[in-house]
């Protein structure tokens, strides 16, 4: 059923290996295994097919016909009752010779039999209790996992990816699909050695959460029993001031040159550090259909507008600040991200919170991540005494004619960081559309600015002159600011940033991405 804990060795060999700090201390890792037959018993009870006589003789039959419980079906009294049988296949287990590996029989002979049965996972992380060391009593652990069983209802899967440490093994195989039971086995259940620190986090995070308190009092009962464990409770995590980053990630599944072109729709949300640096990722949006390119503003809003982790993200963190971060293919750059609108009302996301729109192929091609990539970030974000940030916002030669004259005058600029243009980006001379982007692939441009109509987005100069910054660090508040005050004019079309983050980067986002065959 499970490798175990340890990553598939068995617990002799951890023993092995040396004592858990957990066990020099006294504590007996291996719970009797009759202490758990009334858990057992329980979750027995809930598979559907228990009270069925052909599904349980079909278990034992699977059982006996394993190396772990050869014949062991034919050690089983039959009774008159389901309950009476069940309770017959817990004793019989009690009295093997290797209880521990004929309770891992069972739970392979469930899989088999009730593969998507939603008491499958609770025996699973009750047999890993058993049976592994996973770094907790085993005591202890059974008693945390018959308070969790009381929840009702179970907390929803935003609570529970809230309390998941970000840094724990496997966080990305970690989603809105997740039960419970599943996400203590994951944390439990992994290689390195027996370290319970991660389940206990997630434990400790669930005991503490006053929302949760709230609605299931029993966690308080969970509480306690962390405080009486002999290994130290989690201290509570700091909040510290953090940003939401949300990345839309548009791929395309038609070649570029086909315009009635498709795109499939992918999105993740992170947290990062107010003041910059790494990302965590929190959740993800569940892999969906291809949507065609007349459709993405709509289709697109939709999918996000049901996105209910993400909105619960939202909820809870009301006070920090939001960035959309659109992830587009070459031919999509241009594309009016911010008019995408996932309210119930129809408000565009570019009035609600700062829009962006990044390079996808720089995103996912590390051959594209140059070391120039991150020196002109650096510069971006560089204080500056001598002149205003507005200022360092350069106009480059982009007439087709002088197109040539681009890749020198930005090896004479090392520290130019953010262009703007005057002719939106889709309208741009192939010949220009070519270099400007070969400045973002080649000499590390990471910023732009350009109106949705031919004009200089000189409003937006204007407005970051107003607020007179030492630091370009805030040019997508400024746009953001922007957009608002003018969504009346009649003749407004929106201003683009283009600003691609390079510590705003997940290496692992297509690592086993939920949808991904």
Known sequence: MHPGANGGRPPQAAVERGPHPAVERGTHLAAPFEEAEALLADILFDFQGISRRDFRQGVLETMGRSPASRLFHLDVKEADTPREHVLEILRSIRCARDPRAVLGSLGEALRDHDPYGGALPWLEVTVLALTAETGLPARALLHAITLLRTLDPAPGPHQLLLHVPPN???????????????VLTRLLD??????????????????????????HPRLGDLGALLCSLPVARPAPREETAVRLIVQIRLEPETPEHI???????????????LAGGPIARLHDLVATDSLALEDLVAEGSARLAGWQTLLAELGRNRRSPVRIEFLLPRELLGHSAELWSPTLDGRRIGLLHPVVVRYLDRYINPWLQTEAWYDRWEHLFADTLDRDAADRIDWPPLHPERVADLPGWLDGRPTVACLALDTPYDELDPRVR????????????????????????????????????????????????????TREAPTQDGVALFWDDPNCMDPDQDAGFPGMV
């Open 434 to 485: 070519a270099a400007v982007l070969d400045a973002v692939e080649i000499d590390g441009v990471p910023a732009m600015l350009w109106r949705r109509t031919p004009g200089a987005p000189t409003e937006v100069v204007d407005a970051l002159l107003r607020n007179r910054p030492r630091s370009l660090a805030h040019l997508p508040e400024a746009v953001h600011r922007h957009r608002k005050v």
């Open 259 to 273: 315009e009635a072109g498709r795109y499939h729709l992918r999105a993740s949300c992170y947290r990062q550090p």
């Open 190 to 215: 992994h290689f390195g050695g027996p370290d319970a620190g991660y389940a206990l986090a997630f434990l400790d995070g669930l005991a503490r959460d006053r929302d949760l308190l709230l609605r």
């Open 168 to 182: 724990a093994p496997g966080r990305h195989r970690i989603d809105e699909r997740t039960t419970l039971p599943e």
